[in-house]
């Protein structure tokens, strides 16, 4: 097991000794730890003063009834048309895949009614008009089982939905008319799949926001969801699948999660973990949709933080309705809806703002987050929503994209914010979340997270979300009083060099432990760590603005 300084950690030993606080030697750490080469302070920007300091204390207590950090919690969600146009290939995906450590790919969004399953009997007929996501055939589910053995990653299949309902049920026939595609046609490709992939398809996803695109109830819902499973069951038995849904769209409310769990309960007739994979929602804290707008203040600000965690909280109460049997997932997400927001989505201050929304949702208890992200676009290319090719488009709040043609024909992504706040998260070794006593009042400030892994170490993750390139940001200095004693502590840094601080839209200044990743979608440079000073049960850490620290507590 390793840290995130990249040192193998020692077997937990139980100490009897316990370090008392004193006011005077946690000043004189706090100086020391504020002299910290940049890997562990953070780089100011240049030419400006040294920022006001705020001085914070937070208490980390253990707490055995508390959500466990899985390998696996991170992924992405892909349109199905990014499939069906052949982008999910080893070649291109599989490096930046596997820097992320273990994940799970969705294939849907709104292009899911939009592409053309050519399996079965239908492998060798035309598609329609209507399928502008593509066709999605066999050499396509052979690409993708290439990229899911060489990355390790998993996968979930979309299912198209609107043209296997009654037709009276869609709000907007001429809104993105869908290609006549059957619910056995719909089987055929999940045979196929299964057949390609085996147990790394992991469920199929019925619909894409149900509630957005159909009149459906959720008792409606539920009753196509038992269809769906009933069908695929039928011919495939043995692969044992099962559904992921009901996917409603990003509002704040868990309503139509909760309307789709009650029918579940009141049907008599089967088991709800007998038909559901996952109990699956989609969030988007802001929206881009018709012409609405979000600042790099609101992603960043409290509010953002709140409305989170009321999202999470109503997800966890619909769930615990299901006695938790059911894992429950965020398989599409992001900053803003709608492609993101310019100058927003695609800033340094997304590589905060997701690592925060990460740990969040993973200390919340739900099971896997997913955001969703373009996969072969140039950076900037963003086609308009009426565009055939706006299915494939380059997405603001996307992971990655081609600096050029010529990158993009080499299959060369550079990393985005949103991917450094991913690989910065999958720093943080598995384990249980830790009890932490930072108040509401402090989140203009700070966001706070510790893990404690499987070999006793304590991962503390402290990120200082104010813009270093605001005259009033000011430096957090946090006194932090731990749950048993500690020998060392090291602590990696995430960062920007940018001048113009969150707002900077060059990611090739961000660096994670002085690290970058590569086009080729490898970590580049080498590891810098720095050692923080620890007195057994108690540190203090210094945390610049618009950075973030990663540390690890060893005994």
């Not at 995130?4 to 139980?14: D, F, I, N, Q």
């Not at 899985?70 to 146009?85: I, K, L, P, R, Y």
């Not at 699956?280 to 709140?306: F, K």
Request: proline share 6%.
């Amino acid at each position: 097991m390793r840290d995130v300084t990249g040192r193998t950690l020692a077997h937990p030993e139980t100490p009897d000794r316990r370090g008392r606080r004193r006011l005077r030697r946690c000043l004189i750490v706090g100086a020391l730890v504020a002299g910290l080469a940049p890997s562990g302070g953070g780089a100011a920007v240049a030419g400006a003063a040294a920022p006001a300091t705020t001085d914070l204390s937070i208490t980390a207590t253990l707490n055995e009834h508390n959500a466990r950090l899985t390998d696996d919690f991170q992924g992405f969600s892909v349109e199905s048309a990014d499939f069906a146009h052949g982008f999910l290939t080893r070649e291109r995906m599989s490096e930046r895949l596997r820097t992320l450590g273990p994940g799970v790919i969705r294939l849907g969004g709104y292009s899911m009614d939009l592409v053309w399953p050519a399996f079965g009997q239908w492998a060798d007929a035309p598609a329609p008009p209507q399928a502008i996501g593509g066709t999605v055939d066999q050499s396509d589910l052979n690409n993708l089982k290439q990229l899911l053995d060489a990355s390790g990653w998993k996968v979930t299949l979309g299912a198209p939905l609107k043209t296997v309902i009654d037709p009276s049920k869609i709000k907007n026939p001429l809104r993105d008319p869908s290609p006549d595609v059957s619910l056995e046609q719909v089987v055929a490709e999940v045979k196929a799949a299964y057949d390609t992939l085996g147990d790394d398809l992991l469920a199929v996803e019925l619909g894409n926001e149900y509630d957005n695109v159909t009149t459906l109830t959720g008792a409606e819902m539920w009753e196509t969801a038992k269809r769906y499973q009933a069908a695929i069951t039928a011919v495939v038995p043995h692969a044992r699948l099962k559904i992921a849904g009901p996917s409603p769209s990003g509002a704040k409310s868990s309503t139509r999660v909760d309307e789709f769990v009650t029918a579940a309960l009141a049907d008599g007739s089967v088991n709800p973990q007998n038909v559901l994979a996952e109990l699956s929602s989609h969030w988007y804290p802001w929206s881009h949709c018709s012409g609405r707008t979000m600042t790099i203040q609101q992603l960043m600000s409290p509010e953002t933080h709140l409305n989170t965690r009321t999202k999470l909280a109503g997800m966890r109460a619909v769930s615990a309705r299901l006695h938790d049997t059911i894992p429950s997932t965020i398989n599409e997400s992001n900053s803003a809806s709608c492609s993101g927001m310019p100058g927003v989505s695609n800033s340094y201050a997304t590589a905060l703002w997701s690592l925060d929304y990460l740990l969040q949702t993973a200390r919340s208890g739900v099971d896997r987050l997913q955001f969703h992200t373009n996969t072969a676009a140039i950076c900037g290319d963003f086609k308009p929503r009426d565009s055939a090719d706006y299915p494939i488009s380059y997405r603001y709040y996307g992971a990655f994209c081609a600096a050029d043609q010529t990158a993009l024909d080499a299959d060369e992504l550079s990393a985005n914010p949103l991917y450094y706040g991913i690989w910065a998260f999958r720093q943080v070794p598995a384990g249980q979340f830790v009890d932490l006593d930072l108040a509401d009042s402090a989140l203009d400030k700070i966001r706070a997270y510790a893990v404690q892994g499987r070999d006793g170490a304590l991962t503390v993750v402290l990120i200082n979300v104010q813009d270093p390139a605001a005259a009033d940001s000011t430096r957090d200095t946090v006194a932090l009083h731990l749950p048993s004693a500690y020998r060392e502590a090291r602590a990696v840094t995430l960062q920007s060099t940018a001048p113009d601080g969150l707002a900077s839209l060059d990611a090739g200044r961000i660096t994670l432990g002085g690290r970058g990743v590569s086009p080729a979608g490898t970590a580049t440079g080498t590891l810098q760590a720095s050692t923080v000073p620890v007195d057994h049960r108690s540190s203090t850490i210094s945390v610049a603005p618009g950075t973030a620290q990663l540390i690890t507590f060893s005994h």
